[in-house]
């Protein structure tokens, strides 16, 4: 067996007994639960828990790894004094954390989810949609977390630029967004404005939720980039790349900076 | 016809009972049957068979000839039955047609036929055993009914062809009254049934199927065009132009039909007042439903379901006065309702799920009141153009009410504003929809709330509803 | 034994190595002296590959170190302050300790000859802990965690970090008898200390880094030759009596203090 693959055996075992993931699957158990019984029907209930995972999951995400990373510090030099590559040892790493949070995430957010969704088929492929978008984009926020404490030594810095990470991709940039659609002329921001959403991994995520949710809105847009994009398969399929991207690339990035780095 | 008249007199005694069993509860759905027998038999006058058709409960439902037309032609037994059979003698409708007396019956046996159009100039029964086939060859229109009372029924009609200069249909009624045409299946009519100057007509149970791909080179399914007191009920038409056209049609009657997968409209009328549309399914129409400058129409019961596209609508209303829409589901449309120039009309008990936007009202209408409606699940739930509306919102159940009961009376405390600011700023910018569910969007929304500035001061429930209404009471 | 050839390295514009040159005998227990900040930790991690030189090279035994992790089969390293995962238990990490290198194994196949490890768990009277989480041992017990794994793989090349700091007299009186048996078997020992009077009885060659730079590299029996002093201590101190002298600043001066 891989070395890495050894590595993020223990290191999720380390993480999964955490408190705070513990506190992580009851908190959304809690939300999708409390979601649940005040609405009527699941998909209901589903379209109200968007804003929920849109906000704490890449929050978590972001401050859940960036705070391990900083924690490993010290394990993780005393790991590199073995025989351990530092491919390897990020590898792991990276799995042994976004692995448990990924599983956290399944676990506090499905669980009640389907239950509901097998009382009420209809529901089941949302709720499919919905946990699909809920893990990637755990997997993509712990992928920036990573990237944001190999690339910064200090702690505090680290924290407070995953923050400011989360801030600006789950509400400034969709204010600047939106005030530089309403400024420009519509005619030509179609496709940049699509664009723009793909840059943004919470707004990815988003658009594949808003796509099972709000088909008949977007269906209602004038132009032929969207009604291409959301109309059929295409768009779905663009977005979860697009997600499945944001996982890679940053991690990529942190990978390199990793190996290069002193530790 | 002493028969005739007596019927008239019994059919509004009978009318009178079917109140009073009505209200007892007993009312059966498919209530119309009777009454329109007496609008068939005589022109009643309409007002009084609407109300029959409301309250009457039907006698059974109708197996083939319908019992009064034999009552009532039973006393001129003169009539013959003419048998059309491809192995001959008379293989030929047309021939039979035109041998026919007045009132004769003529049995089509199954097989295929290929003649030219049938002109039917005589009252005359055309029925089919086993759907036997009446092919256009891609060149002709099948049937031009001129005589008042001809039924048509139990046919297999196709192969009309496509036409640019000429309004070819399967059946195409030309200033005639009291035309029947029942369960036929018509596949491939370029248009289908076509009703000009027609009245007292009765188009029900056809089964019709288009073939057109494009506007262009596809015709209406049912298609009426100067008629009164038509009823058109219980038919399927999918696949064509628009489903159902009306053009100056009055005192008519369109129920429980299904118009699926048309090119253009599910249904679409204009300058059609006085008619009813009760029970009807309107389903992934290209533009979904559109009625324009008509008066005095009833729309209830109804489904307006998965029209989606830029300009699809569950209904447009354009210059509609003094009408009601009640009891009628929206969903999944990409507008639910859209309403320009609609005066006077009341929209209640109507349930909009999951739309795109619920309802867009243009502030050029007036005095229209939306009373006990439920909204849920829409992406926008109302929507305008202007700071200003002339219309009233009361006693609606809206999801994304946040206000609270506090004397429990069901009544919301807090008056509850439907219009999103970020609807407006879709509105203005309509590429930010992609925006929609954004947090930061959910912030301005939540801002607007608070503190009202941009969307419109008086669209506003004053009663909002905390609870879901529930249709069963109505 | 490990030959270091004029090693630089900096961070930013502070230079922590200038120009390294030395030998580090094999079989031997080598002091590695200096004050605070001298570049000592950097050296260490330099051997480790924890960090990447910015010139110069280390060999050892004729494989210079690379960014194949291979070299560190034969290394054991005790880090000044381990750090574990919390949530673990003493026995999963050794569990863990033991998955590593043994996973290596098939990989690494041959190029060193190790000795058989050393189990110090009874040595450190640790078995009782062995279900006990990470997160709740103190300081001691985690130092001779630190101590019971560096041993652990039979290594021929021990690092080690200021490793009795937090020991009780007991663990460490043990910890250097086992020290002392390790260099008995040939294994080559560094170890790094500002606690010198630690090093007086193991010590045979010192490494003396000051701000970077090396300032004496020799065998603990020509420095007391040359210095005159009667003992390891006396020598050292009076080699940081030199460096003040000329010239130092008085922060390191409180430093060398610290350092004595």
Redesign the interface.
């Known amino acids: 067996m891989n070395v890495a693959v050894r590595i993020a055996r223990y290191e999720s075992r380390d993480v999964s007994r955490g408190r705070w993931l513990v506190v992580y699957v009851v908190l959304l158990f809690g939300l999708a639960q409390t979601l649940l019984a005040l609405e009527a029907d699941t998909t209901r209930a589903l379209a109200g828990l968007i804003n929920v995972v849109l906000i704490v999951v890449p929050l978590v995400g972001l401050l859940f790894g960036t705070l391990h990373m900083y924690g490993a510090r010290d394990f993780n030099r005393m790991l590199l004094a073995q025989p351990v590559g530092r491919r390897e040892l990020f590898n792991g790493l990276y799995a042994g954390v976004a692995l448990p949070l990924a599983g956290a995430t399944i676990l506090g957010l499905g669980l009640p989810l389907v239950v509901a969704a097998l009382r009420d088929p209809s529901a089941l492929a949302g709720v499919a949609r919905f946990l699909a978008v809920a893990v990637v984009l755990t997997l993509a926020s712990v992928s920036l977390s990573f990237l944001t404490s190999v690339a910064i030594r200090d702690r505090a810095a680290g924290m407070g630029v995953a923050v400011l990470i989360w801030l600006s991709l789950s509400v400034l940039y969709d204010g600047v967004l939106i005030v530089a659609a309403s400024t420009l002329p519509s005619a030509a921001l179609e496709r940049p404005a699509l664009i723009m959403t793909l840059l943004n991994p919470i707004d990815t995520a988003r658009v594949l939720l808003l796509m099972q949710f709000d088909g008949a809105a977007l269906m209602g847009y004038t132009g032929a980039v969207f009604r291409n994009f959301f109309g059929g398969a295409t768009g779905s399929v663009v977005a979860f790349l697009t997600l499945t991207a944001w996982i890679v690339l940053p991690l990529l990035l942190a990978r390199r900076i990793f190996r290069r780095s002193d530790l | 016809m002493h028969g005739v008249l007596a019927r008239r007199l019994a059919s509004g005694t009978v009318a009178a009972i079917g109140v009073l069993v009505a209200s007892c509860g007993t009312g059966a759905p498919s209530a119309f049957e009777t009454a329109d027998q007496a609008a068939h038999a005589e022109h009643a006058p309409m007002e009084h068979a609407t109300t029959d058709l409301e309250q009457r409960p039907a006698p059974d439902d109708r197996p083939g000839i319908p019992d009064s037309e034999s009552l009532e032609t039973e006393p001129t037994a003169a009539r013959t039955v003419l048998i059309v059979d491809p192995a001959g003698p008379l293989s030929s409708i047309g021939e039979a047609v035109r041998a026919a007396a007045p009132g004769s019956r003529i049995l089509v046996k199954p097989g295929v036929y290929t003649e030219p159009t049938i002109v039917v100039d005589r009252p005359v029964t055309i029925e089919g055993e086993g759907y036997p086939t009446i092919d256009g060859e891609g060149e002709r229109q099948l049937f031009e009914v001129t005589s008042d009372d001809v039924r048509i029924t139990g046919l297999a009609l196709r192969n009309v062809g496509v036409s640019y200069v000429q309004d070819r249909a399967a059946i195409r009624v030309e200033r005639a009254a009291r035309c029947e045409i029942d369960h036929n299946r018509i596949h491939g009519g370029f248009f289908a049934i076509y009703l000009a100057g027609a009245t007292d007509c009765r188009v029900t149970d056809n089964h019709i199927v288009g073939t057109g791909a494009a506007e262009t080179d596809s015709g209406n399914g049912i298609h009426a065009w100067n008629s009164s007191h038509i009823v058109i009920e219980s038919n399927q038409i999918r696949g064509h132009r628009d489903g159902i056209y009306f053009e100056f049609v009055k005192d008519s009657r369109v129920s429980r039909n299904v118009a699926e997968d048309n090119i253009r409209y599910g249904l679409h009328f204009m300058f059609s007042d006085r008619c009813r549309y009760r029970s009807n399914s309107f389903r992934r129409n290209g533009a979904g439903v559109a009625v324009m400058y008509t008066s005095d129409i009833e729309m209830v019961g109804n489904r307006f379901e998965s029209n989606q596209g830029s300009a699809a609508f569950g209904v447009l209303l354009k210059d509609i006065r003094d009408s009601r829409i009640a009891d009628n589901e929206f969903r999944e449309n990409s507008v639910g309702l859209y309403a320009e120039g609609f005066d006077r009309t009341v929209v209640e008990g109507n349930d909009f799920v999951r739309n795109g936007r619920a309802i867009r009202l243009l502030s050029n209408s007036a005095e229209t009141q939306f009373v006990g409606n439920n909204f849920e699940g829409n992406t926008f739930d109302v929507t305008t153009n202007s700071r200003r509306v002339r219309s009233s919102f009361e006693g609606n159940h809206w999801d994304g009410y946040g206000g609270y009961d506090l004397d429990g009376d069901g009544v919301g405390d807090v008056p509850h504003r439907p219009v999103r600011l970020f609807a407006l700023i879709a509105e203005r910018s309509p590429v930010t929809t992609v925006l929609l569910r954004s947090f930061f969007v959910t912030l301005l929304d939540w801002t607007e709330r608070v503190v009202p500035s941009l969307t419109p001061d008086n669209l506003v429930d004053e009663r909002p509803a905390m609870r879901p209404l529930d249709r069963s009471a109505t | 034994m490990i030959r270091i050839e004029n090693l630089n390295k900096s961070?930013g514009r502070l230079d922590v190595l200038r120009d390294v040159s030395l030998a580090i005998p094999r079989g031997r227990i080598t002091a590695l002296v200096g004050p605070n900040a001298a570049g000592k930790t950097t050296l260490v991690?330099s051997i480790?590959?924890?960090?990447?030189p910015g010139s110069g090279r280390i060999v050892i035994d004729d494989h210079p170190v690379s960014?194949?992790?291979?070299?560190?089969?034969r290394?054991g390293?005790m880090?000044q302050?381990?750090?574990?995962?919390?949530?673990?238990k003493v026995g999963?990490l050794l569990?863990?300790?033991d998955?590593?290198?043994g996973?290596?194994e098939g990989a690494?196949a041959g190029p060193f000859d190790r000795a058989p490890g050393r189990d110090l768990i009874d040595t450190f009277n640790l078995s009782d802990s062995m279900d006990r989480r990470l997160g709740t041992l103190s300081g001691g017990t985690r130092q001779k965690l630190n101590a019971a794994?560096a041993f652990r793989y039979g290594a021929d090349l021990l690092?080690l970090d200021e490793p009795t700091a937090g020991l009780d007299p007991l663990a460490r009186t043990r910890l250097k008898e086992v020290i002392a048996q390790e260099r008995e078997r040939g294994t080559t020992v560094l170890v790094t200390s500002h606690v010198l009077s630690e090093l007086r009885d193991l010590a045979e060659h010192i490494i003396y880094l000051v701000d970077g730079r090396l300032e004496v590299s020799s065998s603990v029996h020509e420095l007391l030759r040359e210095t005159g002093a009667p003992d390891l201590e006396q020598a050292v101190a009076r080699l940081m009596a030199e460096s003040v002298d000329a010239g130092t600043d008085a922060q390191r001066s409180g430093a060398v203090g610290e350092a004595g």
């Open positions: 961070y991690k480790l590959g924890l960090v990447r960014r194949d992790p291979v070299y560190r089969e290394i390293y880090p302050q381990p750090a574990f995962p919390d949530n673990l999963e569990e863990f300790m998955d590593i290198r996973a290596s690494a794994i690092l």
